[in-house]
């Protein structure tokens, strides 16, 4: 390499006293390369002032080096179109893409577009990361265009028997049983649940699922009439308390199948006069900040958010790369505060 010559990679790789190809793979994140092998060659480059062509890189891989993350918005009546718990999970995929050596386009999506034929078809980006889905009855027809189609994508969700794409997601059941097994253990005996928990929200029915049988194991019964439906936000969480208020039933805890719900409930609560712990106990699910912020602080189960992230980005790019992937599920954890 002359003085003013720019250094490639065939340098980096005499250098290093491996292949060129090696290189390439160290530079991009690679597993299949060793940690010493690659905390080598990224010393060499620093060194050299090495500078990854990323264009001509793409070109020969014939990759845009790029994934997509599409959110897919709520039907939230004030306006607000993501799920705080998502923002949480963002970071990490965001700081999982740079270690990655992968760029990340994000869009905002309605259920009802087109975009299962869009992002991969026209090059924009090599696989998609899908969070957020709504009624998931209207949208498995969309999961199973895309793997009609070949595309490359995996979902945060509910798994499954019979589920559509790989998905990484929460074992929501788990979840629920643990939070109704703690309310039992504070000596609570009427739970209600706020949440949809039909066949359109999955995973908010494995939450349900999970407390009924905790109460079964207890010997409990359980009643319709403390079933509310609620979406994912505040104001849901709040008129399904004032539903649960108004039906007269007898109740001493309510679990939330979020933590958005569950600080709506709170609210419609304390302007009923009752009290939290003391009279109501209420856990929520996802352990989103605002739950640590409420008033008494928000017990919750806590999905953990980094690990997905994680894992949402190193599952798509072993897709891509035709590797074996699995479907899988992370465990939740109880997070125990004032308002139990």
């Given at each position: 390499m002359g003085v003013t010559d720019k250094p490639t990679s065939f340098d980096i790789a005499a250098l290093a006293g491996v292949s060129q190809p090696t290189v390439s793979r160290a530079l991009r994140g690679d597993k299949t390369v060793s940690e010493a092998t690659r905390l080598r060659i990224e010393a060499i480059a620093t060194q050299l002032n090495y500078k990854v062509d990323k264009n001509a890189s793409s070109l020969r891989r014939g990759s845009s080096n790029t994934l997509a993350l599409l959110f897919f918005e709520d039907q939230a009546p004030d306006g607000s179109a993501i799920n705080p718990f998502f923002l949480s999970m963002l970071g990490s995929i965001l700081h999982t893409c740079a270690a990655r050596k992968y760029d990340l386009l994000t869009s905002f999506q309605q259920l009802s577009a087109d975009w299962h034929v869009d992002f991969e078809d026209s090059r924009k980006a090599d696989g998609i990361i899908l969070l957020g889905y709504g009624d998931y009855e209207k949208y498995r027809g969309r999961?199973?265009?895309?793997e009609r189609q070949g595309t490359h994508f995996v979902r945060w969700g509910s798994v499954e028997p019979g589920g559509r794409g790989t998905t990484i997601g929460c074992d929501n059941f788990s979840g629920g049983r643990d939070a109704g097994q703690h309310l039992i253990e504070r000596g609570r005996r009427r739970i209600a649940f706020l949440g949809d928990a039909t066949d359109h929200y999955p995973e908010f029915r494995a939450r349900y699922q999970g407390c009924v049988a905790a109460q079964r194991e207890h010997g409990?019964?359980?009643?319709?009439?403390?079933?509310?439906?609620a979406l994912s936000?505040?104001?849901?969480?709040?008129?399904?308390?004032?539903?649960?208020?108004?039906?007269?039933?007898?109740?001493?805890?309510?679990?939330?199948?979020?933590?958005?719900?569950?600080?709506?409930?709170?609210?419609?609560?304390?302007?009923?006069g009752l009290r939290v712990p003391e009279d109501v106990s209420i856990v929520g699910f996802d352990d989103i900040p605002a739950a640590g912020l409420s008033h008494p602080p928000l017990t919750t189960i806590a999905q953990d958010y980094r690990r997905a992230g994680e894992m949402l980005v190193d599952t798509l790019i072993r897709q891509i790369a035709a590797k074996p992937t699995d479907t899988t599920l992370l465990a939740p954890k109880l997070v125990v505060r004032r308002t139990t």
């Open positions: 999961l199973e265009q895309l409990l019964k359980t009643d319709a009439a403390l079933v509310i439906d936000v505040e104001d849901d969480g709040y008129a399904a308390a004032q539903v649960l208020l108004a039906r007269g039933v007898a109740f001493d805890a309510i679990f939330a199948a979020s933590d958005m719900i569950a600080i709506g409930a709170m609210r419609a609560l304390e302007e009923a």
